[in-house]
């Protein structure tokens, strides 16, 4: 599976960015998703992921504020971001996987395959 990143950008605290993540090769359909983000000398974080089923989950610190959403029929997730704050400044990479488990869904080890990140810079 290749996965492309894009939609990432400046914006002021408080606005809103929606993030696409567009896959090939095998069917889209059958992966859980993910988002992941990492931030200027921090570890890789978990953001959202959603499952084939449709199921949805969240960071705490981005519940409630971000959106994860898949159409299938494109092969492609969305990451709508609304009441963003510098802190959600980071590199955002897209992530797939068949086999993700519940336990491990925001682990990123769980996922083989990865995007190449866009960078949402939020100013204050």
């Known amino acids: 599976v290749q996965l492309q990143a894009s939609g990432g950008g400046l914006v002021q605290a408080g606005g809103s960015l929606r993030l696409s993540c567009a896959a090939s090769?095998?069917?889209?359909?059958?992966?859980?998703m993910g988002w992941f983000r990492q931030a200027p000398g921090k570890e890789r974080e978990f953001v959202a992921a959603?499952?084939?089923?449709?199921?949805?989950f969240y960071a705490d610190v981005v519940k409630g504020r971000f959106t994860i959403s898949r159409d299938n029929a494109q092969n492609t997730v969305y990451l709508q971001m609304d009441s963003l704050k510098p802190e959600d400044t980071a590199v955002y990479y897209c992530?797939?996987?068949?086999?993700?488990?519940?336990?491990?869904?925001?682990?990123?080890?769980?996922?083989?395959?990865w995007g190449q990140g866009t960078l949402v810079t939020v100013s204050s």
């Open positions: 959603i499952r084939r089923t449709g199921h949805t």
């Open positions: 090769g095998r069917p889209f359909r059958t992966y859980t």
């Open positions: 992530a797939a996987d068949e086999g993700v488990i519940l336990s491990s869904i925001g682990r990123s080890a769980a996922y083989d395959y």
